[in-house]
Structure formats: structure tokens, C-alpha cells
């Protein structure tokens, strides 16, 4: 996709410079339309849009890792014929969060998030039960970045 | 940081995000039983105290042409792995940093940082870049390109979705 020619000046604006800092007011959608020079129902209607179309993903927190719970990254080596149905059962449980397939042995990558460390080890218990591969666990030790969003290049 | 029973309910109230109405905190507040001047507070002050690490906006990256994402990976000797990472972390392209544990002998590696790129070989330009930036070479290292995203969505920490999210394709 070419960002360039998809999204216009306004849609930019709005995926760029409210990453973080959105405003808490009563009416926040309406301080974006004031810097942005247009209508507060013009900014709702194009972030409705953004999300539909799948630009955004959501306005609002996140959430610094273990604080409100735990979480894991996983990884399963997948032999490549088994690899389709194996990642749908891995995204079938709502405790994954991201799930993708990797250039590697091991092949399938998930986020697995819950209420405490035993609940993360009960789904990882559960997916190598039910799909006779050993994940590999590699809960977050340390943090080393500042989550400010991302800084879009638009062509 | 501690967080108590409202502040919970209402980051779980948020896992969907804000509605897109004009008054999305008063619909909040009203979906967990709090005044949206409460609602504002608890959000400014779990802010504040790094329980949100930021509020707003946010993006997918593959939808928006940065097709290509690496999560790289480095050996790093216990005892450098903090300051390397902090080096990395530094760098406007590295989105994530963190250090996991290593699982011998199917896993060497302590050192994590997710590079985005509009397509292989930039990404793999900036892997490079960091690797110098870092002082990382030399250091084993494996570079996972995400080939399908099967499912990307913020995390729940709290029983079932309201609305359910569907897989991303591609």
C-alpha cells in the first residue's frame, strides 16, 4: 500500500500527531477539529473510517507491559504442512493477542496475556497438549524503550 | 503503581478503545459506573504514574505501507545486554527493546528489537544501522521477518472480548 496516495492531509494529520497526549476533556474529538481546522463530527466520521478500513486499531491506552497482568511471548515450531491449522488454533484462544508466522524454525510467534503467570502457563499448557509442540516461553525480563507511537515517513 | 478495582475496570473498558462519540469518556463513565470527571482523573493519573504508557492514536503499521517488520534478535552477554538495549532503544525505528531469557540450547538470544520498514531491504538496512549504533557486532544474531499476521489486536487482561476482532490476512 502507498500511504502517498490512499490517505489525505487530514487522515495523515490524524494518524500522526495524536499517538500520544490525546486530549482528557470533555469533548476530545472536538479539540482535534480545532487544531485541525475542521469539525468535530469530520474527525469521528474519518477515525470510524480509519478503524473500519483497519489504519487504526484503536484510540486509546496502552498499557505498560505487567501492570494490569502477565503476559509472554511464545514461539512453536511448526512444521510447514501443519503450520495453517496450528496458527488458527493458537489465535482461538482470546488470551493471544498477536500471532504471526516468522522467517525461523521456530515459525509462529504469539503474545500470550492474562490475569497472573499462572493463567499464561495454563494456555501455553493447553496449546502444546492439544498440538504435541513444546512453545518456547520468553516472558519480558527488562523494558528498554519509551513507547512515544510511531513516526509515519508518508511518500 | 498500584491499581485498584475502578482503575481495573476501567482499562478493561478500554482493551476496544474509546467509542467514537462526542463525549467518549461520559460513555465510558457510564459503562463502568464512574463520573467522567473520575474517569478523566483516573486516566490522566495512571498517565502519570506509567500504568498507560500513551493514550491515543493508535496505528497498524502493515495497513499504513510498512510492510516489512524484522524482530531481531542478539546474544548479549549478561553483563551488556542493559546498556546495548538502551542504545537500541534509542533509535526512532526500534518500536519495541526488551531482554527475555535465553532457552539453551533451542534459544541463544537475550536481546529483542522489533525494526519496521516499508519493505525487506530497508529494514535490513536499519538492522544494520543498529547493529553499529549499538556497538552489536559481531554478537550472534537471527533476523525474523514476519511473513502473515494471524491476529494483532491490544491485549485483554480480563475475561472475553466484548466484540470479537478478525484476523488480519496478509
Known amino acids: 500500500m502507498d500511504c502517498g496516495s490512499t490517505y489525505d492531509t487530514l487522515d495523515r494529520r490524524l494518524l500522526d500527531e495524536f499517538q500520544r497526549g490525546f486530549p482528557l476533556t470533555e469533548r476530545p474529538f472536538a479539540d482535534l477539529a480545532e487544531r485541525l481546522q475542521t469539525g468535530e463530527g469530520e474527525v469521528i466520521e474519518r477515525l470510524r473510517r480509519l478503524k473500519e478500513e483497519g489504519a487504526v486499531s484503536r484510540v486509546g491506552a496502552v498499557v505498560a507491559p505487567h501492570a494490569l497482568g502477565r503476559s509472554t511471548l511464545a514461539a512453536l515450531a511448526v512444521p510447514a504442512e501443519r503450520l495453517d491449522e496450528i496458527a488458527e488454533l493458537v489465535s482461538g484462544y482470546h488470551e493471544v493477542n498477536h500471532n504471526y508466522e516468522r522467517e525461523h524454525r521456530f515459525n509462529l510467534w504469539f503474545v500470550v496475556t492474562a490475569e497472573d503467570e499462572d493463567a499464561v502457563a495454563a494456555v501455553l499448557d493447553d496449546i502444546a497438549r492439544r498440538t504435541g509442540l513444546e512453545p518456547l516461553d520468553l516472558p519480558l525480563l527488562e523494558p528498554f524503550h519509551l513507547d512515544l507511537g510511531f513516526a509515519l515517513q508518508w511518500r | ?170
Not at chain 2, 491499581?3 to 476496544?16: E, V
Not at chain 2, 541463544?108 to 525494526?115: C, E, G, H, V
Not at chain 2, 521477518?145 to 488480519?168: H, W
Open chain 2, 1 to 170: 503503581m498500584a491499581l485498584n478495582d475502578k482503575d481495573r475496570r476501567l482499562l478493561h473498558a478500554l482493551q476496544d478503545g474509546l467509542p467514537l462519540v462526542p463525549r467518549p469518556y461520559a460513555a465510558v463513565a457510564e459503562a463502568v459506573g464512574l463520573s467522567e470527571a473520575d474517569v478523566v482523573a483516573r486516566l490522566a493519573r495512571l498517565a502519570d504514574e506509567g500504568v498507560v504508557k500513551r493514550f491515543g492514536v493508535v496505528v497498524r503499521h502493515r495497513e499504513l505501507g510498512y510492510r516489512a517488520n524484522a524482530m531481531t534478535v542478539w546474544d548479549v552477554p549478561d553483563e551488556a545486554v542493559a546498556a546495548t538495549g538502551r542504545r537500541l532503544a534509542e533509535l526512532d525505528f526500534v518500536t519495541l527493546c526488551y531482554r527475555r531469557p535465553r532457552r539453551l540450547p533451542d534459544w541463544p538470544y537475550n536481546l529483542f528489537a522489533m525494526i519496521h520498514g516499508r519493505d525487506r531491504a530497508s529494514v535490513l538496512r536499519l538492522v544494520e544501522q543498529a547493529t553499529e549504533v549499538a556497538g552489536l557486532a559481531g554478537h550472534p544474531r537471527a533476523i525474523l521477518f514476519s511473513r502473515r499476521g494471524f491476529k494483532q489486536r491490544g491485549a485483554r487482561y480480563l475475561g472475553q472480548p466484548a466484540r470479537p476482532e478478525p484476523a488480519l490476512a496478509g
